[in-house]
């Protein structure tokens, strides 16, 4: 006897008020349809005069069903003796629906006038000779795609199956059990992704593999990325702008490829009416990109921009910044002017659209992003038409900087939010792999929508690859933030994942994603470099005051540890899995997991051995070995994706997306330079020589950072005459040691000072001053050291005790928390260095006066060896 399984009990219940199930197996129920059986095929009908993307749709659908059945659906504009048939469309376009609502047999008026929702519902006996149509009808274009592509991804087809190659399910038979189910208006009205910092993966990866004809990121692409954003029920883009890629409206079939998905093209927060600024403006044949001195031609160009384009569906930005992420205009002009010029810039692009579109102006999407200084000028009082949407920006690393306040929550444009889920920028990139906590993006995106940002969501999401997790979470999040809790998000990525590879891998995906998360949230993969060398952006400045600690409680070697066990999980994961999952597998999860543990490897195994050299222990070569092998098996498993699927993939993932350390995140561990952590003795030295006597002699000391601590300086000496030069070095005490008291120059010379600890008392700051001497000038540099006192730990174990002059409490653990009823303390798993955060209140709660001892608050009991003032750091 033949046993038949449950396929697929997907309700979607987060997108639909009743259930639409596709199953296996027959279903008893007066809504059955059969979708493909042993000996029957449904047709699928659209109509020739609706929207292109219902066709588009419906091929694709078509395409789903054979990649799980295995069976062809014929697609047809005409119903021509099909039993069965799938209508898809719209109430605007579709005539068999609209004949089907006339007739009583479907209600189609929710539908009237909504914003993208859809109905699904069995229809019995509704045409002459059909014998069930299974009906998708759209309120809009794309109501009727979201509909039909559910469909799709309840049979098991995920809207990541070409993009992280997740392999359909397989089944011989699909029935769809479909009572009339009406789906909600998404959450958030545009929802999108910005694709950015497209030069290491995306940009490459077209170029030499997909697009190879083009040699960009070209139509094929954009075309793939739409595909993607409509089956994740997305609907809005801002295309690559970086200046390695030709701009998209250059190539002119990207805007006609992004209509024939219905998707709504935007451009990111610094680039005005569509127009991709940095890869775009011209200066040879333009002029300067600069509103005061060039504000015709910007405007003449934006316009053109405008013109061109506004046939189609757009979100308009009304900008003006640098040509990158950079401030307009010279930084010393005085913030009223800033405001005057931003106002009049944006006054005018509206004008343009105004001009151009035959709307009202008011009616026209137009969104203004206050990102960085921006956010400066915004708060100054600039003037923004009340329509205009504010898209709040985080602060680049997933915390919104700012929200609407009680008058903008007024406005009738209301708000948006544009997120980083990756990041290039000051102080620090990420780029390699998205780690975002799932529960910080809700945390943050939640008390945004909840103070109006319901308008524009926008995700810089890198260049797609690497944040296939959180590209997901967001939109989800968009289309539907009611179906997320505080309770629920973190282990989002374990059930999307349990999704492609299997329910009994859940336990398994819960433990690996949790934990993966959480050890980037103390430290992102992308950062291990940034214990010793603290970024690329700013000079590149050597410290060891952030590295894990050997010393206490075993901190490096737990996370090592933790990485290990993990790491394994997921390798014994992939050998399991069979052939046909392994390469999504290995991208969703194997990939950012395994890389994640060697890179960790790699650059703490590096930190210890630069301890064992500064020890002269012989076995810092081992440990320079194991670096180096950590180091290879990093470049093995990249090459390893790069080559999956016969090298689909080439050119997308590349450890250079580790943009601080490019080439040199392999040197970092192996740097031998000696420092010493905060709590160790500090020295600083103060250069001041400036007023250099040409022909005479100058100086240079490293700048001194107080809270850098080093255990030696030095100070070039340079002459800056033709001849020799004689000079001399007097160190004011004999705390000071210098290893050189005089000498003679022609170019430069380099004398290290360090210090006898032993003459500095313990637990003062000391200062000092060295001398410099040549013919008649003589310079000075000051020198301060500090020497503290190592505080014995006492009995008070368990509790927060001082230790080296610091106390670290978890904010998580208060010794007594006071409420109100608006303001609660809440605990947020899957947040923080230990994975539990401390949310305070309710963002939204009225502005409230309270009495001194009734404020909401935590408190914390802690312990320390002095009385006295201390800086307290949240
Ligand atoms: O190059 C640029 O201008 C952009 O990549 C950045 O400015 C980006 O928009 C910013 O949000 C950083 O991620």
Known sequence: MRILFLLVILSVASALQSQVVVKENMIQSKSAFPLVTSNTKAAVVYDADDYLVVQKTAELFVADVESVTGKQLRLTDTVKGDKEIIVVGTIEKNRLIRQLAEKGKLDISPLEGAWERYLIQTVSRPFPGVSKALVIAGSDRRGAAYGLFSLSEMMGVSPWYWWADVPAKKHKTLYVDAPATLSKTPSVKYRGIFLNDEDWGLKPWAAKTFEKERGNIGPRTYAKICELLLRLKANHLA???????????????????????????????????????????????????????????????????????????????????????????????????????????????????????????????????????????????????????????????????????????????????YYHISYLGVPHSYLWYST?????????????????????????????????????????????????????????????????????????????????????????????????????????????????????????????????????????????????????????????????????????????????????????DRLKAQVKCYHDSLEIITDGYNSLLDGKWKYMMSLKQNYDGTSSYFMIPLMEEEYTPVGAPRLAVQAESENLDKGGMSFHALPAFSTYARKSYWIDIYNQGTGELNWSVAPSDDWILISQKSGKTSTENRIHISVNWDKVPVGEKVKGQIDITSG????????????????????????????????????????????????????????????????????????????AGDVPRVEYDFYTFNAGIYDVYT
């Not at 927060?800 to 978890?810: A, R």
């Open 436 to 620: 975002t906590p799932p529960a910080l993006m809700y945390e943050e995106l939640r008390k945004a929508y909840d103070t109006t940002a319901d308008r524009v969501w926008l995700a810089n999401c890198g260049d797609l690859k690497g944040a296939e997790t959180q590209i997901s979470l967001f939109l989800d999040m968009a289309y539907d933030i009611d179906q997320f809790n505080a309770g629920n998000v973190a282990t989002y990525p374990a059930r999307w994942l349990a999704k492609m590879f299997g329910e009994q891998y859940y336990d398994l995906f819960q433990d690996i994603t949790c934990s993966h998360i959480n050890l980037a949230f103390s430290r992102k993969p992308e950062y291990m470099g940034w214990g010793y060398w603290n970024n690329y952006w700013g000079g590149g400045e050597k410290r060891t005051d952030t590295e894990f600690s050997f010393a206490n409680y075993n901190e490096a070697e737990r996370r090592l540890t933790e990485y290990s066990r993990i790491g394994k999980k997921a390798e014994n994961l992939l050998a399991a899995l069979d052939e046909e999952s392994r390469p999504a597998f290995y991208q969703l999860l194997y990939y950012p997991v395994k890389g994640a543990e060697l890179m960790n490897h790699m650059t703490i195994k590096g930190q210890f051995y630069r301890q064992y050299v500064r020890q002269q222990r012989a076995a810092a």
């Open 239 to 417: 295309p690559a702008m970086h200046p390695v890629s030709t701009a998209f409206y250059k190539i002119p079939e990207n805007k006609l490829v992004a209509d024939t998905f219905a998707i709504v093209m935007g451009s990111s927060h610094c680039e005005p009416l569509l127009l991709n600024t940095a890869s775009e403006w011209d200066s040879k044949t333009m002029g300067p990109w600069d509103y005061n001195k060039n504000k015709d031609k910007i405007n003449e160009v934006l316009s053109n921009r405008v013109k061109e384009n506004c046939a189609y569906e757009n979100v308009y930005t009304l900008a003006l910044r640098g040509l990158h992420d950079a401030a307009m205009g010279g930084g010393d002009v005085p913030m009223r002017e800033k405001v005057k010029m931003l106002e009049s810039a944006l006054n005018a692009q509206r004008d343009i659209i105004a001009r151009h579109i035959d709307k009202p102006v008011e009616t026209i999407p137009q969104a203004f992003t206050p990102y960085k200084e921006v956010l400066e000028i915004y708060s100054n009082g600039l003037e923004l038409p009340d329509d205009v949407t504010i898209i709040w920006a985080d602060d680049n690393f997933g915390y919104m900087k700012r929200l609407s306040g009680p008058h903008e929550q007024k406005r009738s444009g209301r708000a948006g939010v």
């Open 776 to 851: 008649n000038q003589k310079e000075s540099v000051l020198v301060s050291v500090f020497n503290p006192e190592s505080p014995a730990r006492d009995e008070l174990q368990g509790l927060y005790v001082e230790e080296n002059g610091y106390i670290s409490i978890p904010a998580a653990d208060f010794h007594r928390k006071f409420e109100s009823n608006d303001i609660q303390m809440n605990i947020l798993a899957g947040l923080g260095f230990e994975g539990r955060s401390l949310q305070l209140g309710n963002p939204t709660a009225p502005l409230q006066m309270y009495r």
